[in-house]
């Protein structure tokens, strides 16, 4: 049965990602958490023989060409969340969703330039010293939200 999400909506993607099969964990992931779509910022996506979910099928990959490209797609009223090892970020744990939210991670090895840290709306963190890979990180935060959303039945169910 799929429940209506009262929370909004989220998306989640990759700025400057390194490896196709880290974006193809996240799409596969994202689809079955619940995002409206997912993105890349500064790097194409090659479809992953992997994906035995045919996630490209039933949630939209967009890219973008550079971060301002990607600001200036937001949606309406949609929050910019960076994922990153940041003093400044909020763990997890501790994180109330926006309803409407974009988040954002950074490739493994690089993470989220501080210029594009500074734009985002919130930082948050999962607990650790080093980062995870990309899909695992993204996998994390969404069945986080997922958890945290308030959910109701569509308005033709039937108990």
């Not at 998306?11 to 890349?40: C, D, M, P, Q």
């Not at 970020?89 to 090895?109: D, S």
């Amino acid at each position: 049965m799929k429940t209506i999400n009262k929370a909004g909506y989220c998306a989640i993607g990759v700025f400057r990602g390194k490896t196709e099969h880290n974006l193809g964990t996240l799409w596969r992931s994202a689809y079955i958490l619940g995002a409206a779509y997912i993105f890349t910022v500064d790097h194409k996506y090659k479809k992953q023989s992997s994906d035995v979910l045919r996630s490209w099928s039933r949630i939209p990959l967009f890219h973008y060409k550079s971060f301002d490209d990607l600001l200036n797609n937001i949606p309406y009223d949609c929050r910019l969340v960076g994922i990153e090892i940041d003093d400044k970020a909020e763990f997890l744990h501790e994180f109330q969703h926006p309803k409407r939210a974009i988040y954002l991670l950074g490739a493994e090895n690089d993470g989220l330039p501080q210029e594009v840290r500074d734009k985002c709306h919130f930082l948050i963190k999962l607990p650790g010293n080093s980062s995870l890979n990309v899909g695992v990180t993204g996998s994390i935060v969404l069945h986080d939200r997922a958890t945290k959303v308030e959910t109701i039945l569509p308005p033709n169910h039937i108990e």
